[in-house]
């Protein structure tokens, strides 16, 4: 079986810079497994890779979308599948790199997602109500998913309606044996060295023009319920407020990740050589 490697975990964790430094070595291509990195003129508030940094190593599912419209994790399946399978075509070792724990279950554990197309007239009505409201929806369309979806999740909440209504409950995602072996490395910082990194983080945001590039995105007509959705507040956000919202995704981040039992974990504050094993 072949093999795919997987860097993941918490952001500003140094996922890029050790997945293009393993790229070098193991002559590989990356994959982004980031939701917000997939979007077009998201650069500065994603932390999006430049040109410089890739470092000549191609990087793949960066730049794919439309910010104004939603882009699915069915789609990133089906596009990072067709990726890993033409990087392998080549003999090249794909390496899996991003944060988003939804993407990188979706590829390595083979689930397989309901074929329920997206309702813009549905989701424009939705988009208006809170998320309490949402929930209650949710809850009389199908108590079994209510039980197990993060309330506060605007998106989630509204594409599980979207599912509830056409085909009258939410179906269990379900899975099926993956084609590759994936080798899983996951960073982490102690929560002290972890805010001072996400501070340094953003504080660069601001220098390099992040409300610049928030004021381009509202003159693309964007509106305010999905600048929000896109993890941009509509007002002009402050410092304070960009590190509190990263460190709580951090937090979220490592919440979604300690239930996958067969990721090798790394503490990225210290200079050690990371060894990849096969053993779980």
């Known amino acids: 079986m072949k093999k795919v490697i997987v860097i993941l975990g ?69 596009l990072a599948e067709n990726k890993i399978e033409e990087i ?19 590829i390595t554990k083979g689930v397989i997602f309901p074929e329920v197309p997206p309702n813009q007239k549905l989701r424009k009505i939705l988009n208006k109500k809170s998320t309490f409201q949402l929930f ?28 509830a209504k056409v085909l009258g409950r939410v179906p269990k995602i379900t899975a099926v044996s993956p084609l590759y072996k994936f080798i899983k490395i996951g960073l982490y910082l102690p929560s002290d060295k972890l805010k001072n990194k996400v501070e340094k983080r953003v504080k660069k945001m601001f220098q390099d023009g992040l409300l610049k590039e928030i004021k381009k995105l509202k003159q693309t007509r964007l509106s305010k319920n999905r600048l929000s959705e896109l993890g941009f507040e509509y007002n002009d956000p402050t410092y304070e407020k960009v590190v509190s919202g990263t460190l709580q995704y951090a937090k979220r981040q490592m919440q979604w990740f300690k239930r996958d039992k067969k990721i090798q974990w790394f503490d990225a504050s210290k200079k050690r050589a990371i060894v990849i094993t096969e053993s779980r």
């Open 10 to 78: 918490q952001t500003a964790t140094g996922k890029s810079a050790l997945a293009i430094k393993l790229a070098k070595k193991i002559n590989g291509e990356i994959i982004s497994a980031d939701s917000r990195q997939v979007y077009k003129g998201l650069d500065i508030g994603t932390g999006k890779v430049t040109k410089k940094e890739m470092k000549g190593i191609p990087h793949h599912l960066i730049d794919v979308a439309n910010p104004k419209r939603k882009f699915t994790v069915a789609e990133y399946k089906e």
């Open 88 to 106: 392998i075509s080549k003999g090249k070792t794909p390496i899996i790199c991003g944060g988003t724990g939804f993407y990188i279950d979706a």
């Open 136 to 163: 209650k929806i949710l809850e009389k369309l199908d108590k079994r998913r209510a039980k197990n979806i993060d309330p506060q999740n605007k998106v989630r909440l509204i594409r599980a309606i979207e599912i």
